[in-house]
């Protein structure tokens, strides 16, 4: 019986079958293709045209194929479809429907283009005209005609794609108004099963360009949909990348995750290889990520990654980079925080911690608070231009030759740095750094506070031990303007002057422990500009130091020898005069650096000075009267008891590098009465022992008088 009942169902399915294929057969699909016109146009606005054939399938699967079909867009757009596509295939299995499943088979589109397009008027392809009419609204449900039971039949339903495949795909964005195009080419997908629940292969290659850019993607993975699709999850995801914009080359990036579901952790590991022109660049590394089932963040835990850096112009032709990190992007606030951050540079040349915050807006916000160890720029980056030390005595000579090639100084650049750089920049935060050394100058404990805000830098504190001493910056530079606006002032306090002038610009001119206090502001950051249009005020106060290069004991002496008609013994001693104090304020303006109040307080001796600087030439220019006090002890002894309450000239010129001291003996006699007295006496002792008793003579005395007066 059994048989029988179900030999009867076969033959009445077959029979089935038979008069559907039999109704397909007798029915040409091409007579629909006016319908599928006028409909599109009905709904969309676009005009549809069917160049090819439209075809029935009936075995193993129920379906149709279409050829030549195309979107058409308005006039006026630079390419005549939206989208088109040469082939089209999709089929049914026939005999689960009998059990209210739909099971589709593959869905094949071949050679797929779609071209979006806004002109400069703002005008859009994907905006269509008006449909000619309006889509009637579906009759409400009628009392006794179950919308309820409806839902319910189509959600018994079982609904399955059994394969996607697009073959040749290309997609092309074009925007006039912001000169861009992107453009995604020879796209191939592959996608098995999509049925729910269940894991399927995935594959996925294509061509990008946007502008001048180029890049190439391959990826395969797989992909397990779930009813709700955020739920779905992917993987063993393997994405390779390479991409070519200018001169910069991504030779190649492979991404791998181990999986990717909402609120579960995935591994993560990538290597990428780029290069410049002349650079090269390997990094490679594993993380941690995470995106919650809220969606509203995604979190990066346990970054390591090493990056190598090599090449002619890096410095020592490779740097290498070690990072850890752990990072969390806040969706919702489009922020990024990372934390726990180590970086190390060449191992540990410069260990950098701490943590960063960017806000994504229209200018990234950019707040940190990091600190360093002790880091020798010198080392890192190596320079050519180190100067071999040249002490002063070595270079006194006396000479005031201007063209001569040591004290001649070269033209300054008045070339503006290019600072546009800084008004795409908000920036603010805090750097602790155990030292620095840089131009050979070393700095201790240091810590600044800065912000640079759309051009304008503020540095609201900066201060660094250095040299037995501290010091304290407050400065800010406002480059929104042409060319850039400054303002510093800097207070220094307890410098040891003469280890920092060897360090900086090796010269040994002056010994012992400073204070300096700047207040200065200009514009221009040239080398030109920053000595010619600099404005402001310098004080200094050194205490117990040296001047080297000139010993005023010995002028005074040479000095007392010329009043006495003797010639100088040779100074076999060392050019150098001790002080107590040394006090100084100048005044910065047009180029040049003047003072009126240079004082000097040395054993013996009181200096006061007054002059200018040329900060262009860097020449000196400089009236230096010296005078003996009160007592005999101390640098030249009793030997100058004799200058006391005399005032000695000495006249300071050359140039920073090479500065000469000459002693101007027609002032010293001119402006000293004490001085001419005793010269007057010593002249007519002379004519005395010379003349004998003819030297009282009145005409005598009148040509004595006479040979003095020369020297005034």
């Known amino acids: 019986m059994i048989k029988k009942i179900a030999l009867t169902l076969a033959v009445l399915v077959v029979v089935v079958m038979g008069g559907i294929a039999a109704l397909l057969a007798t029915i040409n699909p091409n007579q629909f293709k006016p319908l599928l016109v006028e409909q599109v146009k009905k709904q969309t606005g676009y005009d549809m045209v069917i160049g090819g054939d439209i075809a029935w399938q009936f075995w193993p699967s129920l379906g149709f194929s279409i050829e030549d079909v195309a979107i ?232 390591d990654m090493l990056t190598t850096v090599s090449g002619e112009p890096i410095p020592n032709q490779s740097l290498s980079q070690a990072l850890a990190a752990d990072i969390v992007f806040d969706i919702n606030q489009q922020t990024l925080t990372v934390s726990e951050l180590i970086s190390r540079l060449n191992d540990d040349d410069v260990v950098v911690d701490g943590k960063v915050a960017v806000k994504l807006t229209e200018i990234p916000q950019v ?25 002063a005595n070595d270079s006194e000579s006396g000479s005031n030759d201007k063209s001569s090639p040591s004290t001649q100084a070269a033209p300054l650049s008045k070339e503006e740095p290019d600072l546009s750089v800084l008004k795409t920049l908000d920036i603010a935060g805090s750097l602790a750094m155990k030292g ?126 010329t009043l006495k008609g003797e010639s100088a013994a040779a100074a076999n001693e060392v050019r150098k005069t001790d002080f107590s104090a040394l006090t100084a304020s100048f005044t910065l303006g047009n180029g040049m650096a003047r003072t009126t109040d240079l004082l000097l307080e040395a054993p013996a001796l009181r200096v006061r000075s007054d002059g200018q600087t040329d900060l262009l030439q860097e020449t000196l220019d400089f009236n230096v009267y010296t005078s003996v006090v009160e007592t005999s002890k101390g640098q030249g002894g009793k030997d100058i008891d004799e200058l006391r309450d005399v005032t000695i000239p000495v006249t300071v010129a050359g140039t920073w590098q090479s500065p000469s001291y000459k002693l101007d003996i027609k002032q010293l006699l001119s402006s000293n009465n004490a001085l001419e007295e005793k010269a007057r006496k010593e002249a007519q002792r002379g004519l005395k022992k010379l003349l004998g008793d003819k030297a009282d003579d009145d005409k005598v005395k009148e040509t004595a008088d006479k040979l003095l007066n020369l020297f005034q």
């Open 72 to 303: 058409k867009n308005r006039p006026g757009f630079d390419e005549p479809d939206l989208m088109r596509l040469s082939q089209a295939r999709l089929s049914v299995d026939v005999l689960p429907l009998m059990s209210q499943t739909l099971q589709i088979g593959e869905i094949t589109l071949q050679d797929p283009h779609v071209f979006i397009q806004t002109l400069s008027n703002g005008e859009s392809n994907l905006i269509a005209t008006s449909p000619t009419a309006e889509p009637q609204a579906e009759p409400a449900p009628q009392s006794g005609t179950s919308a309820d039971s409806t839902s319910t039949e189509a959600k018994a339903w079982n609904v399955s794609l059994q394969g996607l495949s697009v073959a040749n795909a290309s997609v092309v964005v074009k925007d006039d108004q912001a000169g861009t195009m992107t453009a995604l080419r020879d796209v191939d997908l592959e996608v098995g099963n999509l049925a729910t629940d269940v894991w399927t292969p995935l594959s996925l290659s294509l061509r990008g360009e946007q502008n001048d850019a180029r890049v190439e993607l391959e990826g395969q993975g797989e992909l397990k949909l779930a009813s709700d699709l955020i739920q779905s999850q992917m993987r063993k995801l393997a994405l390779t990348l390479s991409a070519e914009q200018g001169a910069l080359t991504l030779e190649q990036a492979n991404l791998t995750l181990d999986r990717l579901a909402l609120g579960e952790a995935a591994q993560l590991g990538f290597n990428i290889n780029a290069q410049t022109a002349d650079i090269d660049v390997e990094s490679s590394g594993q993380a941690q990520v995470t995106i919650p089932t809220t969606q509203d963040k995604i979190t990066v835990q346990g970054l």
């Open 436 to 561: 620095l050394t840089v131009s050979n100058v070393t700095l201790g404990q240091t810590r600044a506070t800065v912000a640079i805000d759309r051009g304008k830098v503020d540095v609201s504190e900066l201060t660094t031990q250095a040299y037995e001493g501290s010091v304290v910056v407050q400065g800010m530079l406002d480059a929104t303007q042409t060319p850039a606006r400054y303002q510093v002032s800097k207070k220094a306090r307890g410098i040891q002057v003469l280890p920092l002038l060897e360090d900086a610009a090796q010269v040994d001119l002056l010994e012992g422990k400073g204070n300096v206090d700047i207040n200065v502001q200009g514009k221009g950051l040239s080398p030109y500009a920053l000595r010619q249009a600099i404005q402001g005020s310098v004080a200094i106060f050194f205490e117990d130091g040296a001047i080297n290069g000139i010993n005023l004991a010995q002028m005074l002496r040479e000095a007392k020898a």
């Open 367 to 391: 707040r940190f608070a990091l600190n360093t160890n002790h880091i020798d720029l010198d080392t890192l980056i190596p320079t050519d231009n180190a100067a071999p030390n040249q002490s």
